[in-house]
């Protein structure tokens, strides 16, 4: 069917549905669940209209090719609150996730981001770990009273103070001090982009973020500002920590300071097992709590995770969802490569994280 056909039948039938008194779906608002592809809710829409066979399937009970995935989407449920997971071996590229495409709050963990947009800057010679710039601190303001929140400089510091500080203590007015000097939010996200990641972008500072926060319920509710897919993520660990980003000096300035943070105690490190390293970086607003990171198994293996947990009722529950869900993914990962005929795989020799 050629576009203009094509164009032509559907709002043709986007018509007779809104004659027959059929509802159109929201498309941002969230599900519990993976949501259908939109072509398949149309089809059973049609279906449904016009009384023919419906195409949509016949049973929604879950099918999992193995007990470690079904044990991810137990702990993902999301009937208190919308829980997006994506991990990923670094060694072999095989993936899971849950809800991985949908897009959840990126709070605090756009921060490796901004970190990578920076070093990226410094690579091209336009700014140096020594440069040194302001600290961004919030002025008491209403929330919404002006686009972005006003700010007043701090103290100066370099930026390699500033990223230690943004990612080790998840520091707002070092972010956005160094957001100021990359450029602002949107510098960020075509950096990103650039990189072959589209479901990522910032649109506020961190003071506007902090101070608007509450606008939605991230459990139900999508909100496309300031927000990431997990898959998205996983993405962009992964190809930090391969080196594809940045070189491996810069590399090692990130992922040492992401191995130095002190926040998000009871997350993915809450329950990792002896041996075990981590470099994370944790993310925390209105209900919604997340933490993302590389893994390192003491063998030398490694997976990359994301894990965004709305809801739960408390933030002490979703914190305790997240060190479930980062153990079983450790296990499940790890029983995987038991499993596996590991002849010719060094994993001595995966590049260490410490920077």
Do not use: C
């Amino acid at each position: 069917m050629a576009p203009k056909q094509r164009f032509a039948f559907f709002a043709f039938l986007l018509a007779s549905l809104a004659l027959l008194g059929a509802p159109l779906p929201q498309p941002l608002h969230a599900q519990g669940t993976e949501l259908l592809p939109r072509g398949t809710e149309l089809s059973a829409r049609f279906d449904e209209t016009f009384g023919t066979e419906l195409r949509t399937p016949q049973t929604y009970e879950a099918i999992y090719e193995s007990s470690f995935e079904q044990r991810i989407a137990e702990l993902a449920d999301g009937s208190q609150g919308r829980i997006g997971v994506a991990a990923v071996d670094l060694a072999t590229g095989e993936e899971i996730a849950v809800l991985g495409d949908q897009l959840f709050p990126m709070a605090s963990t756009s921060k490796i981001a901004v970190a990578a947009t920076y070093l990226d800057m410094v690579e091209k010679g336009q700014f140096s770990l020594t440069s040194e710039w302001p600290l961004k601190i919030p002025i008491r303001s209403a929330r919404f009273s002006t686009v972005a929140a006003p700010v007043r400089e701090g103290s100066y510091m370099q930026a390699i103070e500033l990223i230690e500080l943004m990612i080790t203590r998840s520091s707002n007015p070092a972010t956005d001090a160094l957001l100021a000097a990359i450029g602002g939010p949107a510098k960020v996200t075509e950096w990103v982009h650039r990189q072959g990641i589209e479901e990522f972008s910032i649109d506020r500072d961190i003071a506007t973020l902090v101070r608007d926060d509450g606008e939605y319920d991230p459990a139900n509710w999508i909100d496309p500002r300031d927000a990431a897919t997990p898959r998205a993520m996983v993405r962009l660990l992964q190809g930090l920590y391969r080196g594809d980003f940045l070189s491996d000096t810069h590399r090692k300035v990130l992922l040492g300071a992401m191995s130095r943070t002190v926040t998000g105690q009871r997350r993915i490190v809450a329950n990792m097992p002896e041996g075990a390293s981590v470099s994370h970086k944790t993310g925390s607003l209105n209900n919604t709590s997340s933490d993302i990171g590389i893994i390192e198994y003491p063998d030398g293996r490694a997976i990359a995770v994301a894990i965004y947990v709305t809801g739960q009722g408390t933030r002490l529950a979703r914190e305790r969802r997240i060190a479930a869900i980062a153990r079983a993914l450790y296990d499940g990962f790890d029983a995987k490569a038991r499993l596996r005929d590991n002849d010719g795989i060094n994993w001595t020799s995966a590049p260490r994280t410490g920077g």
